[in-house]
């Protein structure tokens, strides 16, 4: 093995350096007073240099443990416990990396009766009823696309360097699914969704986007729920707490 | 000798030395920002034990160490080492997490340092 130009890394020539260079003084001044001492320090810096190497090597393994940590909290902050999906901040995260190709689309998808599942069939129900949704939406967009849980009822997802038709046809898919899931029950429950869709041609902030599939989604609640609503420039992004009553 | 026994703070372990039964204690994470100086009466404090010839045994629960610490960690395995080497009734156990497969393997690394008893334990949580 040649040795490392710097001798850093090089530590098994070094200490055959060493060990030859004893050996050669030892051989060359067998009966000099000093050789004992000299061989006494050569083994105290090949135990010094082994605890070296053993105390660097467990420290990266400890360091590697809080890396990970780190990396298992970051995933743990960003996804939302109960359905697993990314949310708001990890969407955002997202967001900004991802928003940077254009055209990009924005759909956020509310669903209309969850409260009404909640009261009727009980909290355990709704929640069955966003995990079903989340599922569907996780198998129903393309691998580059994300989703994410935007609130308790709302899910926002990040469809990539999609036109205006695919992006309605997305749009429709997703209503459609959430459409077909049931509630069960005496009475079954027909989930139904709201969808705004905003499509993003150039460069803005995420927040204006962000504002305006939401004011999209506002039209959509305000004309009844159950349908899709591509943003208009004629809607007001801070429309809220304003017209809702 | 005095029994010593500082409380655990966020970046250092809990600390008990019974010079009665010559029993000491680490628990928690160790990263002070002097480790020498926060390990250094520590230190003291066995090697004066020590020479008392007495049985010694050392409890880790370090789930985390920088290096320093793990630097004083073996000054401590030395100096165990030493008084078993002289005849001393010396034990050390470490408790640790099964999850944290990592730490099992750094626990392994100290084991093979010395020649007295070490035992490991799981236990989860800890």
């Known amino acids: 093995m ?32 000093l050789a004992a001492e000299l061989l006494w320090l ?26 990970e940590t780190n990396t298992n909290l970051k995933a743990q902050a960003q996804s939302d416990q109960m359905t697993g999906l990314l949310n708001r901040l990890g969407f ?9 190709s254009l055209p990009y689309g924005l759909l956020l998808l509310n669903l209309d009766n969850l409260d009404k599942v909640n009261i009727d069939f009980g909290y355990r129900a709704g929640d069955q009823a966003v995990l079903d949704v989340a599922s569907t939406l996780r198998s129903l967009i393309r691998s580059d696309d994300i989703v994410a849980r935007w609130g308790g009822e709302e899910f926002m997802i990040l469809a990539k360097e999609a036109g205006p038709d695919a ?6 898919r997703l209503l ?29 902030k995420p927040s204006l986007g962000i504002s305006r599939v939401d004011a999209a989604l506002w039209q959509a609640k305000r004309q009844g729920g159950g349908r899709i609503v591509i943003y208009s420039e004629s809607y007001q992004p801070d429309h809220l707490g304003s017209d809702l009553s | ?9 966020a970046s250092t372990p809990f600390i008990r030395m019974d010079p009665s039964n010559g029993w000491i204690e680490l628990r928690g994470e160790s990263y002070p920002a002097n480790s020498y100086e926060f390990y250094g009466p520590v230190l003291d404090w066995m090697k004066e034990y ?19 610490s793990v630097k004083v960690i073996f000054d401590m395995l030395d100096l165990l080492e030493e008084a078993f080497n002289r005849g001393q009734n010396v034990h050390v156990a470490w408790s640790y997490d099964f999850r944290n497969t990592r730490l099992a393997e750094v626990i392994a690394e100290f084991q093979d340092e010395v020649s007295f008893q ?5 236990v989860p949580g800890s």
């Open chain 1, 176 to 204: 459609l699914a959430v459409g077909r899931i049931v509630v069960p029950g005496p009475k079954p429950e027909q989930l139904s969704a709201s969808i705004g869709v905003y499509l993003c041609c150039d460069r803005e």
């Open chain 2, 1 to 9: 000798m005095q029994l010593i026994e500082r409380a655990a703070t």
């Open chain 1, 2 to 33: 040649k040795a490392h130009p710097s001798g850093h890394y090089a530590k098994g020539s070094d200490r055959s350096l060493i060990d030859a260079r004893v050996d050669q003084a030892v051989c060359q001044y067998p009966d000099h007073p």
């Open chain 2, 118 to 122: 070490f035992t490991v334990h799981n």
């Open chain 2, 50 to 68: 020590i020479e008392s010839g007495n049985p010694v045994s050392v409890f880790f629960a370090i789930a985390y160490a920088n290096t320093s």
């Open chain 1, 42 to 67: 050569a083994e105290q810096y090949r135990k010094l240099e082994a605890r070296f190497n053993k105390i660097t090597s467990i420290s990266d393994r400890l360091q590697e443990q809080v890396l």
């Open chain 1, 92 to 100: 955002m995260e997202q967001f900004k990396i991802r928003g940077e």
């Open chain 1, 167 to 172: 992006l309605l046809e997305v749009a429709r």
